[in-house]
T-cell receptor
Framework: EDQVTQSPEALRLQEGESSSLNCSYT??????LFWYRQDPGKGPEFLFT???AGEEKEKERLKATLTKKESFLHITAPKPEDSATYLC???????????FGTGTSLTVIP | GAVVSQHPSWVICKSGTSVKIECRSL??????MFWYRQFPKQSLMLMAT?????????EQGVEKDKFLINHASLTLSTLTVTSAHPEDSSFYIC?????????????FGPGTRLTVL
């Protein structure tokens, strides 16, 4: 069964304190792994797509990496505006569905 | 990026009534759209895949007769919650891939908050 687990469930950081969010997945053939940011009461906002182990992508203070079993979202020197829930999703090559993890709620304290 | 809108952004209704939620792709055509439900502090759960011009595909455990989906055009899909009950109160979100047949990133609508009294 395809499954996505994110950790930690919640994370509080001081502004400037770098950290990483984890997304572990089990999927029958990975088509893609996706990272989204979701602010309260809003739809998810697309951040990255990763397709194969070893791939990395960066955007401002965020960097996403992928192995065969997990993905990390590294946040370097976060700012309060980075506070949000970060969602990880996988898409199997057997279908079109996205399977989402439960997310990591990030709070960056000034 | 591609823009997906939803209407209404929030709705309150009485138990037993039906509610329609619209999902529109504003600057691209979407032959497929996806409907999700998100309960507080939980992740997005896929409810159904909406296909333009054909029947929707529902995920296991989702009642087809309760959650009616219509994808009448390449830019509009609607979700109707029939005979809504308090347990249907949730955040409903739609999404669409921007390219036909390419299910890479999906672009999400802003969501609709449904409260059933």
């Amino acid at each position: 069964e395809d499954q996505v687990t994110q950790s930690p469930e919640a994370l509080r950081l001081q502004e400037g304190e770098s950290s990483s969010l984890n997304c572990s997945y089990t999927v029958s053939g990975l088509r893609g792994l996706f990272w989204y940011r979701q602010d309260p009461g809003k739809g998810p906002e697309f951040l990255f797509t990763l397709y194969s182990a070893g791939e990395e992508k960066e955007k401002e203070r965020l960097k996403a990496t992928l192995t065969k079993k997990e993905s990390f979202l590294h946040i370097t020197a976060p700012k309060p505006e980075d506070s949000a829930t970060y969602l990880c999703a996988v898409q199997a090559n057997t279908g079109n569905q996205f399977y989402f993890g439960t997310g990591t709620s990030l709070t960056v304290i000034p | 990026g591609a823009v997906v809108s939803q209407h209404p952004s929030w709705v309150i209704c009485k138990s037993g009534t039906s509610v329609k939620i619209e999902c529109r792709s504003l600057d691209f055509q979407a032959t497929t759209m996806f409907w999700y439900r998100q309960f507080p502090k939980q992740s997005l759960m896929l409810m159904a895949t909406s296909n333009e011009g054909s029947k929707a595909t529902y995920e296991q455990g989702v009642e087809k007769d309760k959650f009616l989906i219509n994808h009448a055009s390449l830019t509009l899909s609607t979700l109707t919650v029939t005979s809504a009950h308090p347990e249907d109160s949730s955040f409903y979100i739609c999404s669409a891939p921007p390219e036909r047949g390419v299910y890479n990133e999906q672009f999400f609508g802003p969501g609709t908050r449904l409260t059933v009294l």
